[in-house]
């Protein structure tokens, strides 16, 4: 079982509480719960951009194979030599199979995340054991957002009820019930409603993901007012770009609001080009070009 200190940071990191997570004070090295802690303080960090700040805390030598995981990821993230990072991360896959279990977990999910953002969805998913019998909560999880990911809601909702057989009523499983939840539309999204609404009031888990989960919950059950009110809250703890594409949408939809709706996608679009909203807007928009171009406006009688 974790310590309380442990099981703390775990739920600051599920939550998406990452300012929260890295401005703490990690432990005295000498604590039985350091590597586990220093190894979520470094992925908050890369969460939130600041893979240079993980990688100066990370040891260089000597380090766990879940901290060289952590540190191949931070150095993925950075952008430096990719295929360096993707290979070491493969390698400590092999490595890590005579690992202690919960080492295991940790490098697997860590070593899918880069494939992830690496485009290679098939790897991650085979990296995870989609679709075969294990027991790590996290994986599931990245697993289901995957899938949500390429639209395959079925198989996502298969992961989560495989899950369900052997997890305990855990955080984490909560939270991937909440998020198929807002997928499914289900009894009004009064689960997701319910759990985003139970987590805002721990103030110790605040975070700007979590308000923004809330206010997309509130946007999907036409409750503008509550859903720009979120977002608004949101993008003064964490501008990220989530939080931003969800507010364009949220004052779009609220008459009066156009102008600030554009002025948000100005924003997205210069601190976020490759975000997806915004790439399917210029698509659209090129396709409007293209086809008024195949059309001559005649000149007045």
């Known amino acids: 079982m974790d310590s309380g200190d442990l099981y703390h940071v775990k739920q600051q990191f599920v939550l998406g ?10 432990p005295s090295p000498s604590s039985e719960d350091y590597n586990s802690i220093l190894q979520y303080h470094a992925r ?9 700040k993980a990688l100066s805390i990370l040891p260089a030598e000597d380090a766990s194979l879940s901290l060289k995981a952590v540190r191949a990821l931070a150095g993925y993230t950075k952008g430096d030599e990719n295929e360096t990072h993707l290979e070491q991360l493969r390698d400590l896959c092999v490595e890590v199979e005579d690992a202690e279990e919960s080492e295991q977990q940790v490098v697997k999910v860590l ?5 992830v953002q690496e485009g290679e969805i098939e790897e991650a998913l085979e990296t995870l ?11 599931t999880s990245l697993i289901v957002q995957i899938y949500l990911s390429i639209n395959r809601v079925d198989l996502a909702k298969k992961e989560f009820e495989r899950a369900k057989h052997w997890a305990e009523d855990d955080l984490l499983l909560q939270q991937i ?5 807002l997928v499914s539309g289900r009894d009004s999204y009064s689960n997701p409603q319910s759990f985003f609404a139970e987590q805002m009031l721990n103030p110790s888990l ?8 809330r206010g ?10 509550e859903a720009n009110s979120d977002f608004e809250e949101a993008l003064k703890v964490d501008a990220n770009a989530e939080t931003l594409a969800a507010a364009v949408v949220a004052a779009g939809l609220t008459k009066g609001k156009q102008s600030e709706s554009d002025a948000l ?9 490759g975000h997806p909203l915004v790439l399917d807007l210029k698509s659209k928009s090129d396709a409007f070009d293209s086809a008024l171009s195949q059309f001559t406006v005649p000149a007045l009688a």
């Open 177 to 181: 019930e909440a998020t198929l939840g």
């Open 265 to 273: 996608f100005e924003r997205l679009q210069a601190e976020y080009p």
């Open 17 to 26: 509480a990452y300012k929260s997570l890295a401005g703490a004070p990690l």
């Open 44 to 52: 908050a960090l890369i969460s939130l951009g600041e893979a240079d």
């Open 129 to 139: 054991g989609a679709g075969t019998p294990h027991e790590n909560l996290e994986a």
């Open 206 to 213: 605040s975070s700007s993901h979590l308000l923004t989960s």
């Open 216 to 225: 997309v919950t509130y946007l999907l059950r036409g409750e503008l007012i």
């Open 111 to 115: 070593a899918a995340t880069a494939f």
